[in-house]
């Protein structure tokens, strides 16, 4: 059974940054894709980034600049780097793992507050 861990969550006050970790177990198989997705009380669930295996990126229009994402050397753990984080953030943030074949898993969230 795959599992996807998150940590790194907090609150912090605006302007600051939190990294977010996403660690996959309970497979040898490779992620094809592992992005971020956030939601907000009272919002949908909104992609954030993604990073496929080859390491190529994608970004919402609304953290290009401020988050980075990156694949572990192990490839089946993803960070977020969240910086010049504003308060309209503040979400939970899901880690989802795209395999080869169409399988996908969620992590069980984790929360992010941003203090103005």
């Known amino acids: 059974q795959v599992q996807l861990v998150e940590s790194g969550g907090g609150l912090v006050q605006a302007g600051g940054s939190l990294r977010l970790s996403c660690a996959a177990s309970g497979t040898s198989f490779s992620i094809n894709l592992m992005d971020w997705y956030r939601q907000a009380p009272g919002k949908q669930r909104e992609l954030v980034a993604g990073?496929?295996?080859?390491?190529?990126?994608n970004y919402a229009d609304f953290v290009k600049g401020r988050f980075t994402i990156s694949r572990g050397n192990g490839k089946n753990v993803v960070y977020l780097q969240m910086n010049s984080l504003k308060p309209e953030d503040t979400a939970v943030y899901y880690c989802h793992a795209l395999f080869l074949g169409d399988a996908n898993y969620w992590g069980q969230g984790t929360q992010v507050t941003v203090s103005s």
């Open positions: 990073v496929s295996s080859g390491g190529r990126t």
